[in-house]
Every structure is written in C-alpha cells, then in structure tokens.
C-alpha cells in the first residue's frame, strides 16, 4: 500500500497553486433505502450524475441522528464487496462489524474502521442493544486498477483532535493541520472531520493536486466561498493552497473533508461491487449467488445472506467525472 499524501506547510509557496479559485459545485443528496429487508434511509451525495468520483472516494453515505427505538436501527446482513474499501465513520452509536476476514470490531465515535475489498470480501453491521441515537457516514474508496484484486483486510485507528482557532480536526485518512493518519492507502487521500464554534472560520493548508469534497452535517458551511447547508457536499476542483471553512451559524457546525488527487480511472458501480466492466460486476454477482469462497463467510450473524438483486437488461457502462463542473452556486 502507498503512503498516504502530505499536505502543504506552506501556504501559496507551491507553484501548482491556482490564481482565480474554482468555484464550488454543490452536491445535493437523495434519501436511498441501505441494507436489504430491515433496511434504514441514508442520505447519498456520491455517486450522482453530476460526479461519480472525488479523489478515489466513489461514494458517500450519510445517515442520522436517528431514534433507534423509532427506525430500529442499523442491521445490515451479510453482504459482498469488491474493488473497494469502506469506511466507517461515526458521530453518534455503536456500530459492530463483522467480516470474512474473521474480524469483529465496535465501531465508535471517533474511530475510523477500515475494510478492504479487493478481490471479494464479505461483511455484517448491526448497531448494538446500547445504541439509542445512531448517526455518521458511511464512504467507499475506489481500488486502483493495480491494486483491485488484492487481498481482505480490515483496520481500525482512533486519530486524536488537533484544535486550531476556533476549530477541531480528526484526521482518519492522509494529512492535515500537520497531522497524517498512519492508516495507508493505495491512491493519495484525505479524509478528516471538521468541527468549527459558532460563527469561527479556519483556514487549512491542502495540497493543490487535490480535489476536495465537503460534507456538511450540521450547520451552515461556508467552503472556499459558497454556503453548504446540512447533507449537502461540495465539489471543489485542483488547484487550492488552502481552504476556508465559516461557521455561519450560532450553534456548533460539523462537517467531514475528503480529497484525493483525480482518479483518472473509469469504473462500473452496481450494488456493493466497483469494477471496470459489465463482465466483472456478471462474474462478481455469480460467485456471490453460488457461495463462493471467493467472499469467504461471517460468523456470527443470526440471518441469511442479502441475495444479489437483479442485474439491469442493459450493459452497465464504465464512468468516470464529467470534463466540466456544472451546478455551482
């Protein structure tokens, strides 16, 4: 695995920084039903038309705060993946994981758990009994054409806050307010929860080969100029030193930064697989319909195994982002 990227210590010094700063495009998000028959709602931002990728990260989940005696809860069974690594980042509950790696781990606030796919792997989530308010994101990262067969693996890392003038940062993934996450990864990422006081603005040094995208929590965010408001995600293109983050608000705002230099790679997405055609999404699908060891099998789930839904009557198409940003505000 590649170390994860650096960010700039210098402000404006680098000469790939941009003059006029890229306008930001902003994402909004659509309620999609997650996990099979006990399924709960989260709000997804990426992938969309507009954008299928930022950086590697391929998709963006975001779910809560959630009445756990009200919406039952998290209970995800059994299920496939490759081509990807997942990322499990919480604000609120408990989260246990369990995999065919022979994993089994709480996730807990603050706590980045990370899962790689690769070839196949399989998995469980189910929020625990002690869980009453269930809220986080829920992110994919996309496997390099190279490194998208490798094997199942599964981290955890606890980063602790960096608190700047008005703001905290956890760095999960990459580097940032001169802080790096020892988790590597296999393209240059970022990944990082921001938390701002009301009214505070911060500014952070980024690396200008990155693109960047906010997702706003809570609170009303001003990113690089433009007002994110709650479950929101904005796009921001190549080419930034820094960015600045504004609390518009009189409460405390959160929000999580992801970046990444561009993917540069078409994928094909379809249920829980990331591959680079109709072909391998078919022989995915097959194997995980015929209980191949290719996803090996979870211990410890009291249920069935999520059957692979129908494939569509068209060939999936690769995609990759579109040559010109639209939708800014």
């Known amino acids: ?14 000469p790939r920084c941009g003059g006029e700063p890229a306008r930001v495009e902003v994402l909004p998000a659509r309620d999609v039903p997650l996990g099979g028959p006990r399924a709960m709602t ?29 919406t039952g809860g998290m209970d995800v069974a059994p299920h496939p993946h490759i081509g990807l690594q997942t990322v499990s980042w919480l604000f609120s509950g408990e989260i246990e994981h369990r995999d065919s790696l022979g ?17 196949g792997i399989s998995h469980t989530e189910v929020s625990t009994p002690d869980t009453t308010s269930l809220h986080g994101v829920q992110l994919w990262v996309a496997l390099p054409d ?15 806050p960096v608190h700047l003038d008005g703001a905290s940062v956890r760095v999960f993934l990459g580097s940032l307010a001169g802080v790096t996450s020892p988790v590597p990864a296999f393209t240059p990422l970022l990944g990082a929860e921001i938390v701002l006081q009301p009214r505070a603005t911060t500014t952070l040094a980024v690396d200008p080969a990155f693109e960047h995208g906010l997702l706003v929590d809570r609170g009303d965010v001003r990113f690089a100029g433009t007002v994110l408001r709650p479950a929101e995600l904005g796009y921001l293109a190549p080419g930034a030193c820094t960015v600045t983050l504004a609390n518009e608000t009189d409460t405390v705002a959160r929000a999580v930064l992801l970046g990444g230099t561009p993917f540069g790679e078409e994928i094909v997405m379809w249920w829980n697989f990331v591959g680079r055609s ?11 319909e015929a209980a191949s060891d290719r996803f090996g099998r979870v211990d410890g789930y009291p249920g069935a ?20 940003s639209k939708g800014t505000r």
């Open 42 to 70: 989260v709000r997804r931002t990426l992938p969309q038309r507009a954008r299928t990728l930022i950086g590697a990260w391929c998709f963006v989940d975001h779910f809560g705060p959630d009445d756990v005696a009200v």
């Open 146 to 160: 190279e490194h998208r067969h490798t094997g199942r693996d599964f981290r955890s890392h606890t980063p602790r």
């Open 103 to 119: 994993s089994h781990a709480l996730v807990r606030p603050g706590e980045l758990n990370l899962m790689t796919g690769g070839h």
């Open 1 to 14: 695995m590649s170390g994860a990227h650096t960010d700039r210590a210098v402000p404006g010094a680098d």
């Open 305 to 324: 195994r999520i059957p692979a839904p129908a494939l569509p009557n068209a060939t999936i198409a690769p995609r990759g982002n579109p040559t010109r």
């Open 278 to 288: 109709h072909q391998d999404i078919v022989e995915a699908r097959l194997d995980w």
